[in-house]
């Protein structure tokens, strides 16, 4: 990242997107506080991320990354992983705001279904769909998504996207992701290009003013686009 500067409100969701290689997860990783050193300054709720005790800051963070990891045992153990008091209730609802629940309802014994080593029995979709739902069990003041929904169908990725608003309500959420579509409900979208910060605007103002973003948007979305 070279000279990256910009601001995230409380409460906001902020998008993150760039090509391979432009510095999104760099960036994700930084706000997690796992890169020790770095130049510059990262401030959360207005104090310097170095001065804050990194198991406090994880514990109200949560974050589901592209590979999402599952343990042997029941799908509820899994979810229920990040609050091991929480109620079968309070499971259910993370689930469905994730979308995992329309498939956990099929499972032969529901939540209490084992998940084999390696979380072979599951999809790619169904992995990060669970790790959605744990994620939000945890009710974390800031939720990360670095390409979190990237194995998704289309419809499970509209589910998401309907309940987005839900799971964004009371936080500060960022995603990263290549697909713009993901993106446009965002009250920002910040676009990276060479590890440098080129825009940070809302979707329709990019589409205007960006031509990184632009140009991505119609590659994308190009069967959409009427012929001429």
């Not at 709720?45 to 804050?52: A, Q």
């Not at 979380?119 to 945890?138: D, E, K, T």
């Not at 990276?192 to 119609?218: I, K, M, S």
Request: charged fraction near 20%; charge should be negative; glycine fraction near 8%.
């Amino acid at each position: 990242l070279d000279g990256v500067s910009i601001t995230i409100a409380p409460g906001t969701l902020v998008g993150i997107m760039g090509r391979s290689g432009s510095g999104k997860t760099t960036l994700t990783r930084l706000l997690q506080g796992l890169h020790g050193e770095y130049q510059g300054l990262i401030k959360i709720d207005g104090v310097d991320l170095r001065e804050i005790d990194l198991e406090h800051l994880r514990t109200h963070m949560g974050v589901v990354l592209q590979e999402s990891f599952l343990f042997h045992g029941t799908v509820r153990d899994n979810i229920a992983a990040s609050n091991p008091d929480a109620s079968l209730d309070e499971i259910i609802r993370a689930a469905r705001l994730a979308g995992a629940d329309e498939f956990i309802d099929r499972l032969p014994m529901s939540y209490d279904t084992m998940i084999e080593e390696g979380a072979c029995n599951f999809s790619g979709g169904q992995r990060q769909r669970i790790a959605i739902a744990r994620a939000l069990l945890s009710q974390p003041r800031l939720l990360i998504f670095d390409e979190a929904t990237s194995a998704l169908d289309p419809e499970s990725e509209s589910i998401l996207q309907t309940n987005l608003q839900q799971i964004a309500e009371g936080r500060t959420m960022v995603i990263v992701s290549y697909r713009l579509a993901s993106l446009v409900k965002a009250d920002a979208i910040l676009v990276l290009d060479r590890g440098q910060a080129v825009d940070f605007a809302p979707h329709a103002t990019l589409l205007r003013r960006c031509p990184v973003y632009r140009n991505l948007w119609e590659q994308q979305n190009r069967h959409l686009m009427p012929c001429a």
